[in-house]
């Protein structure tokens, strides 16, 4: 995928961009956008509303104060765009830095935000159509790991 349909995509999210860099564009697209923001945009070949699912459970967590990254809707509504069997989501970006080591301070830290991300989850219907054995939030549904099971 090139710059010029990077930018195509970003019209459909209501965005133009000014300078576009592309990190991956082959089987997963990974690009940086910028615009009046900086934006990072993701493309794969997954399901349209599993993606849907996953931005709307990050929007919940911002309107309760979590630092979770912010999605861009299309001008349908929509959190996703799908193109040509690529589903991509545009996402504000958020600072940050690349963590060299972890401290007992930091875990302690990723700890509390994991809990409180169970609390605000624990709030509201899950989002998402599939469990897991392993899934933290939607409980056991096997003993066996890593199996996908359709809990609605």
Partial sequence: MD????SA??????IQAEEVEIFRSSEKILAEVKSI??????????ESFYWEACCQYAERLVENGMN????????SGSHVYAEDGLVFTLEKELPGY???????EL???IGSLLGKQHL??????SPFTT????????????ETLGIMMKTN
């Avoid at 995509?9 to 209501?14: A, G, P, T």
């Avoid at 469990?131 to 096997?142: A, C, I, Q, V």
């Fill in 3 to 6: 710059t010029e349909r990077i």
């Fill in 9 to 14: 995509v970003c019209i459909n999210f209501n």
């Fill in 37 to 46: 923001s900086t934006y990072v945009l993701k493309g794969e070949r997954v």
């Fill in 68 to 75: 979770v990254a912010r999605y861009v809707k299309t001008s």
């Fill in 98 to 104: 690349e963590l060299t080591y972890v401290t007992e």
């Fill in 107 to 109: 875990l302690s830290e």
């Fill in 120 to 125: 605000i989850s624990a709030q509201f219907k």
């Fill in 131 to 142: 469990g897991t054995s392993w899934s933290m939030f939607g409980g056991n549904d096997t």
